[in-house]
C-alpha cells in the first residue's frame, strides 16, 4: 500500500505507457494487431469513432477488472477467464449502442460482438493487466486503445473523403462544387483493399520518419 | 548530334561533385544515357560489354508497340465516325482525329510518371529508372480514350508510387506497373472504364446516332448473344471498339514479332499462353456449362486485350516468371485464368488484366518451386553416379 503512494498517479513510467502505444509501439502500425477491425469499419468516419470509444471502453475496464483479479485467477483457466470479463463489457457496450446510438450500431453490426476477439484486447490482458497492478493497467489499455483508436480514424477520414466526398456525413465536396470540373469520388477507397493501403502508406510514412521501427535483418 | 554530344560533355562538369547541379546529377545521368551510349570504360577484370542495355531494350519494346499505336489512332477516328454518322472522313482524316485525341494522354503518362520517378531517383540517390518509358506508352493504349486525363494521371501516380516505388523502384516491382494503373481506374472509375459509351470518343457525352452501340464484342457476346458479334475477320483486323491498343491482333502480331527477332519478349510466355488459351477454350466448348461458352475458342485470342496483354503485358522480364519450365507454366496458367474470368465470371466481361496481375503475383512461387525441382534432380543425379 505504501509503495502506491509513493509513486505520483501520473509519473514519468506511467505517462510513457499512456504515450508509446500513441507512436513508437502502435497496436496497429507496429504490433500489425487489430486489423481486421481496421479495415472493415473505416468506411465511414462516425462508425470509426463509435468503435474506437467502444474499444476503449472494454480495453480500460477489462485491463483493470483483470489486473485486480490478476493473484487470484489460475494460470491454466487465465484465458477463460479473460474471455469472460471482456465478452461481459462487450455485450454492455453492445446493449447501449443498440438503446442509444441504434444507425452507428446497425452500421457496425457484427463488429461490435467481435471485439471480443480483437487481438489487441487479449494481447494486453496477457501482456500487461496479468502482472501489473489495476492503474497502471488502465493507463496501458486508455492508451493502446487510443493507438488503435487515432488509425481508425484517420484511415477513415481518407477513406470517407476520397471515396464518397465527404467528412462525418457532411458533404464536403459537393460543398466545394468540384463535381462540377468534373471530379469524381473514388469507389476503391470504399472498397477492402485501399484500407490496407491507407494503413500500408501510414506505417511508411512512420518509419520514414523513425528509423528505429526499422527492421534490421 | 555532334553539336549535342559536345554540349552534353561541355556541361558535365556542373553535375559531378562539387558542381553547381551536383543533386541533379542523376537527371543528368538519365538523359545522357538515354542520348548516347556511355563512354565509361571497367577498370579491373575482363568485362563483355554490349550495347542492348536497358535502355535499348526499353527502346525496342517502343518501337514493338508503334503498330499498335498507329492503328489505334486509326480505330478511334473510326469508331467516331460510325457512331456520329460522319461517312465523308477520309483515312488521314480519322488517323489524325484519333492521334491528336490520344496525344494528350500519352503526354499526361509520361509527364506525371517520369516526374515521380525523377523525385523518387533525387530523394534516393539512385539514377533514375528507364523502365517507365515503356509503362508510360503502354497505359494510355490499355484505357478507353474517352477516360479524363486527370484520372490517367491519379492512376499513373498509384502504379509508379504503390505499385513499384514502394518496392524499390524498376526492376523490384511485383505488378507490372500498366495493369496496376488499368486495375486502379476500373475499380475506382467503373463508370468511365466499363460499359458501352468510353471505348468511341465522344459517345459518353451523348449525340451518337440513334440505336448505335458502342459495346466491345466481349459485351455484346454476353448481353445480345455470340450470334451478334462481329465477324472473326473484324477482330482480327481490328476494327471494333475497345481500349486504344487492344483492338488489332494483326498490329500487335507485327509487335509480336518484332519482340521476338530481337530477343526482347519471351516466346515461350507467348506461345504457352495461346496454347493455355486455345487448350480451354476448347474444352469448354466441348463440355458447355452457359451460354458463354460457346464462343468459338479462336475468338478469345482476338477479341478483348488477349493479344495485347499476351504480347506486351504477360512477358514483362520483371514481373513474369524468370525460369524457362516457369515460364510455360505462368503463361499456360494465365491464358487458362483469362477465358475462365471471361466465361465464368458475370462482373467482368475481359479477363486478361486480372488473369496477368494474379499470375504476376504468383510467378516468384512458380520460379520457387522450378529451382527446387532442379536441384533435386541435379541432387540424385549426383547420387546416382
Not at chain 2, 294 to 317: E, K, N, R
Not at chain 2, 348 to 371: K, Q, R, S
Request: charged share 15%; net charge positive.
Amino acid at each position: 500500500m505504501e509503495n502506491i503512494e509513493k509513486e505520483p498517479l501520473l509519473s514519468a513510467k506511467n505517462i510513457k505507457l499512456l504515450k508509446n502505444p500513441l507512436g513508437q509501439d502502435n497496436p496497429i502500425t507496429v504490433q500489425v494487431l487489430g486489423i481486421c477491425s481496421a479495415l472493415a469499419v473505416t468506411v465511414k468516419m462516425k462508425p470509426a469513432i463509435v468503435m474506437a470509444v467502444s474499444v476503449m471502453v472494454v480495453l480500460a475496464v477489462s485491463n483493470v477488472v483483470i489486473a485486480a483479479l490478476r493473484k487470484s485467477i489460475p494460470g491454466r483457466i487465465r484465458i477463460i477467464v479473460q474471455l469472460v470479463v471482456i465478452a461481459t463489457l462487450v455485450i454492455l457496450v453492445d446493449q447501449f449502442l443498440k438503446a442509444f446510438a441504434f444507425d452507428v450500431s446497425k452500421q457496425l453490426s457484427v463488429f461490435v460482438g467481435l471485439i471480443i476477439t480483437n487481438c489487441i484486447i487479449m494481447g494486453r490482458l496477457e501482456a500487461f493487466a496479468m502482472a501489473n497492478k489495476p492503474w497502471p493497467s488502465f493507463l496501458d489499455g486508455l492508451g493502446n486503445a487510443w493507438g488503435y483508436g487515432w488509425i481508425l480514424i484517420a484511415v477513415s477520414f481518407f477513406r470517407e473523403f476520397l471515396g464518397t466526398g465527404s467528412i462525418m456525413g457532411y458533404p464536403v465536396m459537393e460543398k466545394l462544387g468540384v463535381y462540377n470540373f468534373g471530379y469524381e469520388d473514388n469507389g476503391m477507397m470504399i472498397l477492402p483493399p485501399m484500407a490496407l493501403i491507407t494503413v500500408g502508406i501510414i506505417i511508411w510514412v512512420q518509419r520514414a520518419r523513425n528509423k528505429s521501427l526499422i527492421e534490421t535483418k | 548530334m555532334n553539336f549535342l554530344l559536345k554540349k552534353m560533355k561541355q556541361i558535365e562538369p556542373l553535375f559531378k561533385k562539387g558542381g553547381r547541379f551536383e543533386k541533379l546529377h542523376s537527371v543528368y545521368d538519365g538523359f545522357a544515357t538515354f542520348l548516347f551510349v556511355p563512354d565509361t570504360v571497367t577498370s579491373r577484370g575482363s568485362h563483355i560489354r554490349d550495347h542492348m542495355d536497358m535502355k535499348r531494350t526499353m527502346t525496342v519494346v517502343l518501337i514493338a508497340l508503334m503498330p499498335a499505336l498507329l492503328f489505334g489512332c486509326y480505330n478511334i477516328g473510326l469508331q467516331h465516325t460510325r457512331a456520329f454518322g460522319l461517312n465523308d472522313w477520309t483515312l488521314m482524316h480519322m488517323f489524325w482525329f484519333g492521334f491528336l485525341k490520344l496525344l494528350p494522354m500519352i503526354i499526361v503518362s509520361y509527364v506525371v510518371g517520369l516526374g515521380i520517378e525523377f523525385v523518387a531517383a533525387q530523394i534516393r540517390g539512385h539514377e533514375i529508372n528507364e523502365g517507365y518509358l515503356v509503362t508510360g506508352m503502354l497505359i494510355p493504349l490499355i484505357m478507353p480514350i474517352d477516360v479524363p486525363l486527370w484520372m490517367v494521371a491519379v492512376s499513373v501516380a498509384f502504379a509508379v508510387i504503390i505499385g513499384k516505388e514502394i518496392f524499390g523502384g524498376t526492376g523490384m516491382n511485383i505488378l507490372n506497373p500498366a495493369l496496376t494503373a488499368r486495375a486502379f481506374l476500373f475499380f475506382s472509375y467503373p463508370g468511365w472504364m466499363t460499359g458501352d459509351a468510353v471505348w468511341i470518343e465522344g459517345l459518353v457525352k451523348g449525340g451518337g446516332l440513334d440505336g448505335f452501340s458502342g459495346a466491345t464484342p466481349l459485351a455484346v457476346a454476353k448481353l445480345e448473344g455470340i450470334a451478334n458479334m462481329p465477324s472473326a475477320m473484324d477482330m482480327f483486323i481490328g476494327t471494333i471498339p475497345g481500349s486504344v491498343g487492344e483492338t488489332s491482333t494483326v498490329a500487335i502480331l507485327i509487335g509480336a514479332l518484332i519482340l521476338i527477332l530481337t530477343g526482347v519478349g519471351s516466346w515461350r510466355i507467348m506461345l504457352s499462353m495461346t496454347l493455355g488459351a486455345l487448350g480451354i477454350g476448347l474444352l469448354l466448348n466441348a463440355t458447355g456449362g452457359n451460354d458463354y461458352t460457346q464462343i468459338p475458342a479462336y475468338y478469345h485470342l482476338i477479341m478483348g486485350g488477349f493479344a495485347f496483354g499476351t504480347v506486351f503485358m504477360a512477358t514483362d522480364p520483371v514481373t513474369a516468371a524468370q525460369t524457362n519450365t516457369g515460364k510455360y507454366i505462368y503463361g499456360a496458367l494465365t491464358g487458362v485464368l483469362v477465358v475462365v474470368i471471361r466465361v465464368f465470371n458475370p462482373a467482368y466481361p475481359e479477363g486478361t488484366m486480372l488473369a496477368i496481375l494474379l499470375m504476376n503475383v504468383m510467378a516468384p512461387l512458380i520460379d520457387h518451386y522450378v529451382v527446387n525441382a532442379n536441384i533435386r534432380r541435379r541432387i540424385k543425379r549426383i547420387r546416382t553416379a
